[in-house]
C-alpha cells in the first residue's frame, strides 16, 4: 500500500485588536485562508490541501508560461513515486531514465514551448544512440524508444492536469506518432521465443533444488516468476487432489481490478509436494538461503589474487526468499559458467502457452496465462507447426 502522511492542520493566528485568522503551513510557507472559525476558512483550507495533495505535497510551482521542463519533471516524478509505490522498483527506474533523456536536452526550456519538433528531435538521438562495445549497433530498440515517448507524453499530460502548461501542449506531443518496425533506422525488437528443451534440462543440472523447482513449477503453471517467489505454504488452498489454488491480492494487473488466481494441477503438484514437504506453515516455498548462503560460505574473501587485506564494510544479507532478479541471475550464472545459451525464466510462458494452445486452443492458454485477452496470448502461445505440416505433407 502506498505510504500516508498526516495532513497539515489549520492554525489560529491571533491579533491584537482583531479577529484571528487561519492559516496552514505548506513546504514551511503560511497560507493564509481567512477568519478563523469560519465557513470560507474551511473551504479555503480544503482548497490549498487539495491542490498541494494533487501536486505531489510539492511546492506551488510558477505560472504555465515560466514553468520549465525540469521543474515540471519533478511534479510529475514526485507524483510517481505515490502511484507506482506498490509496483515494482524498476517500474520508476524506467520513468526516471525515460525524463532524463528529455531534461538533458531541454530541461531548461519552459514546458510551454514544447512541440511535437523537440519530441521528434529527442527521439532521434535516442535512434542514433550507439553502445561501447559495439558503436555500429543501435542501442535502444523500436520498443523501448516508443515506450519512453509514451512516459514524456504521459508527464506532459500530468503538466496540464496541474496547470503548469497550457493544453496546446499536450495537443503537439500527442501529435508525434508511434514508430513502426521496419520503418525506420532503430531495430526491431527481437521476438521471444519458449526456452529449447535441452537447454532447460541442461541448466537444471547446475541449479539447486530451490530453483530448480522453480523451473519445474513454471513450466507446469505457467506463472509469472513475480507469482511464485513470495508464495508461502499457507497461501496454497487446496480444493481437490488433483486441483490446488492461490488467489493473489498483489499482481501484474491489480490495478486494472482484475482478479489473478493461480491454478496448480496434477503436474504442478507434483513438483510442490516435494517442497511442501521442507517448508514450514507460514514458511516461504523458495528460501533464498538454500541457494545463497553455500555460495557465500564458498566464496573467496578477496576478487583479486594479490590485492591487501582490508575491512570487510557491511554483511551480505539474505532475504527470506528469491526475488525475481536474484532467480534470473541463478539462471544467468549456470549458463555463463557452463557455456548454455542465456535464457531468463519469464521465458518459460512462452513453453507453457504454446503446449496450452497445442493441447487446446488459444482461449485456453489466454485463461491459464491470465491475459485479458488473446490478443496478448498469441505473444506468448507459439503457432504450433505440426497440424500445418501434416497437411502440407498431404495437399501440397
Not at 520503418?183 to 530451490?210: F, G, Q, W, Y
Not at 516435494?274 to 555460495?295: C, I
Not at 539474505?318 to 555463463?336: E, F, L, M, Q
Not at 492458454?365 to 505473444?379: F, N, P, V, Y
Request: aromatic share 6%; charged share 25%; glycine share 6%.
Amino acid at each position: 500500500m502506498p505510504k500516508t502522511h498526516a495532513l497539515p492542520r489549520m492554525c489560529m493566528q491571533k491579533r491584537t485588536g482583531a479577529d484571528a485568522l487561519a492559516y496552514v503551513k505548506l513546504n514551511g510557507v503560511r497560507r493564509y485562508c481567512g477568519l478563523w472559525d469560519t465557513n470560507e476558512a474551511q473551504q479555503a483550507y480544503e482548497r490549498l490541501i487539495g491542490e498541494w495533495l494533487q501536486r505531489g505535497r510539492a511546492p506551488e510551482l510558477p505560472p504555465a508560461h515560466l514553468c520549465t521542463v525540469n521543474e515540471a519533471v519533478e511534479a510529475y516524478l514526485v507524483y510517481c513515486e505515490s502511484y507506482y509505490a506498490t509496483s515494482p522498483k524498476q517500474t520508476l527506474d524506467t520513468v526516471i531514465l525515460a525524463l532524463r533523456n528529455l531534461c538533458g536536452l531541454y530541461g531548461r526550456m519552459p514546458i510551454s514551448e514544447l512541440t511535437g519538433l523537440h519530441i521528434k528531435a529527442l527521439r532521434e538521438t535516442l535512434i542514433n544512440r550507439r553502445g561501447k562495445g559495439d558503436p555500429d549497433r543501435p542501442t535502444l530498440n523500436v520498443t523501448t524508444i516508443n515506450r519512453r515517448i509514451e512516459i514524456i507524453k504521459r508527464m506532459v499530460k500530468y503538466a496540464v492536469s496541474i496547470d503548469l502548461c497550457p493544453a496546446e501542449v499536450l495537443v503537439k506531443v500527442n501529435a508525434v506518432e508511434n514508430l513502426v518496425p521496419g520503418r525506420c533506422a532503430a531495430p526491431s525488437p527481437r521476438k521471444v521465443m519458449p526456452v529449447p528443451v535441452e537447454d532447460i534440462e541442461a541448466t537444471k543440472e547446475h541449479l539447486n533444488r530451490t530453483v530448480c523447482a522453480l523451473v519445474d513449477l513454471q513450466l507446469a503453471c505457467g506463472a509469472r516468476p513475480g507469482e511464485l517467489v513470495n508464495l508461502r505454504r499457507c497461501d496454497i488452498l487446496q480444493v481437490s487432489d488433483d486441483l490446488w489454488e492461490v488467489p493473489l491480492e498483489q499482481h501484474k494487473m491489480a490495478h486494472r481490478g482484475r482478479r489473478r488466481v493461480l491454478l496448480f494441477g496434477p503436474a504442478s503438484i507434483a513438483v510442490l509436494k516435494p517442497v511442501l514437504l521442507r517448508t514450514k506453515q507460514d514458511g516461504y516455498l523458495f528460501p533464498a538461503s538454500d541457494g545463497m548462503l553455500p555460495r557465500i560460505e564458498a566464496a573467496h574473501g578477496h576478487r583479486r589474487p594479490n590485492q591487501k587485506p582490508n575491512k570487510k564494510k557491511s554483511d551480505r544479507v539474505v532475504g527470506p526468499c528469491y526475488t525475481v532478479a536474484t532467480y534470473r541471475r541463478a539462471i544467468h550464472r549456470v549458463c555463463d559458467e557452463h557455456d548454455i545459451l542465456k535464457w531468463s525464466p519469464n521465458r518459460l510462458r512462452h513453453n507453457y502457452g504454446t503446449e496450452v494452445r497445442r493441447r487446446a486452443n488459444l482461449e485456453a492458454a489466454r485463461l491459464l496465462l491470465g491475459h485479458g485477452e488473446q490478443k496478448t496470448s498469441e505473444i506468448y502461445a507459439e503457432q504450433d507447426l505440426t497440424a500445418a505440416r501434416e497437411l502440407a505433407r498431404k495437399l501440397s
